[in-house]
C-alpha cells in the first residue's frame, strides 16, 4: 500500500461530459502529481502541485485542469471529453516539491472509459 | 529534449533465468534514474534509483548501474521467479539548479515481462 488513495477506480462517461478525479496523497507529502496512461502515449505527465500551488506542467490538454485544496487532497477535472481521452490516470505523492532525490508514490490510478 | 528508451517487450523467461532490460536516457542537465515495477491491476512502485553518476541500485534482487558514458541504466537480475512478471518502467528525473527544481518522470514506453514456471 503506498498510502496514495484515488477515487473512483472505474469511470465510465460519454462524450462531451466532464468528470473529476480525486487523489489523497499519503500524510505528509506536499506535492502531488498527475499522470495519464495510454496504450499509443505511454506515462505521460500532465500537472504537478506543491503545497497548493501549480509548480510545473506538462502535456496537459486546455480542457484538462487541476487543483489542490488546503487538506493536499487534489482533483483532476476533464471536460469534453473525447473517446481518445479514455486512460488510466494516475496521482503520485512526493515529500518536498521535487527533485531528483525524492521518489514518487503511485495510486493504484483510476481507470476512464469513453464510450 | 528528455527522453528514456527502453527495449521492446515482452520479454518471455523460465524462472530462474537471467533478467536484462535495457533502458538509456536523453537528458539535459544531471538527471537521476528510476526503474519502477506495475504489477497486474496495480499502480507504479518504486523497485530502485541512483542519482548520480556510477550509482548502483539495487532492491529484491534487482540491480541497476547509473553509466553517464553510454547513458544507460539497464535492469538486471540474476535469477527470475513467476512473482517478478510485471510492466517494467525506466524513469528520469531532472533536477535543475536554477528557480528550483523539476521533479516530474519521464518515463520509457515499459517492458512486459512474463516469467514461466
Known amino acids: 500500500d503506498s498510502g496514495v488513495t484515488q477515487t473512483p477506480k472505474h469511470l465510465i462517461t460519454a462524450t462531451g461530459q466532464r468528470v473529476t478525479l480525486r487523489c489523497s496523497p499519503r500524510?505528509?507529502?506536499?506535492?502531488v502529481y498527475w499522470y495519464q496512461q495510454s496504450l499509443d502515449q505511454g506515462l505521460q505527465f500532465l500537472i504537478q502541485?506543491?503545497?497548493?500551488?501549480?509548480?510545473a506542467k506538462g502535456n496537459i490538454l486546455e480542457r484538462f485542469s487541476a487543483q489542490q485544496f488546503p487538506d493536499l487532497h487534489s482533483e483532476l477535472n476533464l471536460s469534453s471529453l473525447e473517446l481518445g481521452d479514455s486512460a488510466l490516470y494516475f496521482c503520485?505523492?512526493?515529500?518536498?516539491?521535487?527533485?531528483?532525490?525524492?521518489?514518487?508514490?503511485f495510486g493504484d490510478g483510476t481507470r476512464l472509459s469513453i464510450l | 529534449g528528455n527522453s528514456v528508451t527502453q527495449m521492446e517487450g515482452p520479454v518471455t523467461l523460465s524462472e530462474e533465468a537471467f533478467l536484462t532490460i535495457n533502458c538509456t536516457y536523453t537528458?539535459?542537465?544531471?538527471?537521476?534514474l528510476f526503474w519502477y515495477v506495475q504489477y497486474p491491476g496495480e499502480g507504479l512502485q518504486l523497485l530502485l534509483k541512483?542519482?548520480?553518476?556510477?550509482d548502483k541500485g539495487s532492491n529484491k534482487g534487482f540491480e541497476a548501474t547509473y553509466r553517464k558514458e553510454t547513458t544507460s541504466f539497464h535492469l538486471e537480475k540474476g535469477s527470475v521467479q513467476v512473482s517478478d512478471s510485471a510492466v517494467y518502467f525506466c524513469?528520469?528525473?531532472?533536477?535543475?539548479?536554477?528557480?528550483?527544481?523539476?521533479?516530474?518522470?519521464?518515463f520509457g514506453k515499459g517492458t512486459k515481462l512474463s516469467v514461466k514456471p
Open positions: 503520485a505523492s512526493s515529500v518536498g516539491g521535487g527533485g531528483s532525490n525524492q521518489p514518487q508514490h
Open positions: 500524510s505528509g507529502d506536499l506535492s
Open positions: 502541485y506543491y503545497n497548493g500551488e501549480e509548480r
Open positions: 537528458a539535459t542537465g544531471y538527471p537521476s
Open positions: 541512483a542519482t548520480k553518476a556510477d
Open positions: 524513469a528520469l528525473s531532472l533536477s535543475m539548479n536554477y528557480g528550483g527544481s523539476q521533479g516530474n518522470l519521464i
